[in-house]
């Protein structure tokens, strides 16, 4: 019998075996399968606002991923290519060498991505080669769906209350016990310097430290579900933002793919009939939904995601980093120097460990939209640059939600962060942790220190303007001036819309 042409399976956004349907795929033709992973230097330029494209946290996560993901396949006799450069070049490269025949992939959603696909694609048509795509980063497959991508529902509920009631979530795939590749050089994977990249120094405060690879995210899978017992609480503690275990810390893993959303929902179904079935266990799934509609609302409206009218339509005025005073204004905001304790201990945390609490990442977003009235683009880079869990739809998705100019808008609401701050850290713990000079001050005093008397101020050690900062605006009065641009675009936007004639 004569041997079958080897296949090529191409890895992006998905390191792990476990519950891979390309790499199942490519096992299922009984040909030798080659995992190769390309070192795109698109991924690691620079954001129009002038931050690096991939930042150091999640470069050094994906460097984790990758020689996890090595490990994992040496151990099944397979191995974990390496190449640096452009997908749409190497990938037919290498088909050649190897006399593949076939490429397997998990499709994305986003025009950067997306389009690197049709390259790649083009490349290895060129050369009579297939390319053979798989959906796979979202709980529900996108074929199971009640209705078609371009009649996806407008407001999340719906979507949630359809699925619910008409789809089904597919088993996931099993991790392969045996895997032979073609022999080929490996290939290095790159320092964190190769990349350009230097990771800060060690801050003391950080409490939440991912580590990248398949098997530290099935370690943390069973420490939340079943070591520490903390699914069963997760939607009453899940709005936390210093304790660790206050909610499941899955994201890093989801959105590089080390863990796949249905390995996730599976452990839920078998924690619900071995331990206990209850509204914190739904919750889990609630938020898998909500990371299944963003990525749903990528692929139905493509580049609208990143432009600054949103899928509203509206014309904001938004302020630019091209100004002087709205950089300055920015470059407070990215180092939490606001004066304002809850975005900056936030912002802090971001810088310091490439993590910030979903609790947080409301609050700052809409300080810089609401208050600040800074294009919420800007935002949604620096969290693209310095977050560990950043995922091109969830992150975008977000941003124009918080911005008011995304799906399931709802006016023009803005997150008092004084209310904020009492509702979700009562006692000012997170505050004081990451903002040392408020160590001395007791209690809810940490909410406010600019309301704290001259006297106080001395006793505890934080005077005003020059440990910590004033309130660089007043909260109440910049969020009625931006409510108040809203309102008119609003307006304009509705008289801009053509009249229903009579009939």
Known sequence: MAQRSPVIVWLRNDLRLDDHEPLHRALQ?????????????????????????????????LIESLTALRESCRKIGGELVLRSGKP?????????????????????????????????????????????GCWGHSLFHSDDLPFDLTSLPDVFTTFRKLVER???????????????????????????????????????????????????AME?????????????????????????DDSSKLSPWLAMGCLSPRRVWAEVQRY????????????????????????FVAAKEGDALFRARGLQALELPWRDLADASTRADFDRWTSGTTGFPIVDASMQELSA???????????????????????????????????????VSSNWGNWLYSAGVGNDARGFRYFNLYKQSADYDPNGEFMRHWLPALRNVPGAGAHRPD??????????????GTDYPAPMIDLYDSAKVNEAAYRRAVGATRDARPKSRAR
């Open 88 to 132: 749409e070049t190497l990938l037919p490269a290498l088909a050649r060498e190897l006399g593949a025949d076939r490429v397997y992939f998990h499709e994305e959603v986003s025009s950067e991505e997306t389009s690197v696909e049709a390259d790649v694609d083009a490349a290895l048509s060129d050369i009579g080669v297939r390319l053979e």
């Open 451 to 464: 309301a704290l008397s001259r006297d106080d101020q001395r006793r505890f050690g934080v005077m005003i």
């Open 220 to 244: 943390r899978v069973t420490h939340y579900v079943w070591s520490a017992d903390r699914l069963r609480v997760y939607k009453d503690t899940r709005n936390g933002m210093l304790s660790v």
């Open 29 to 61: 033709s009984g040909a030798q399968v080659a995992l190769v992973y390309c070192i795109d230097p698109r991924q690691f330029g620079r954001l129009p606002s002038g931050v690096p494209k991939t930042g150091a946290f999640r470069a050094q996560f």
């Open 353 to 391: 460990s490439g993590f910030m609490s979903n609790r947080g990442r409301q609050n700052v977003a809409s300080f810089l939209t609401k208050n600040l009235g800074i294009d919420w683009r800007a935002g949604a880079e620096w969290f693209e640059s310095m977050l560990v869990d950043y995922d």
């Open 166 to 216: 008409d789809a089904t979530v597919r088993a996931p795939f099993p991790s392969p016990m045996k895997l032979q590749s073609p022999s080929v050089d490996a290939g290095e994977i790159p320092t964190l310097e190769a990349l350009g990249l230097t990771l800060p120094l060690v801050d003391e405060r950080v409490c939440f430290r991912p580590i990248g690879g398949e098997r530290a």
């Open 272 to 295: 619900e009939r071995d331990r206990v079935k209850n509204e914190s266990t739904y919750w889990m799934i609630f938020e898998l939904l909500w990371r299944d509609y963003f990525r």
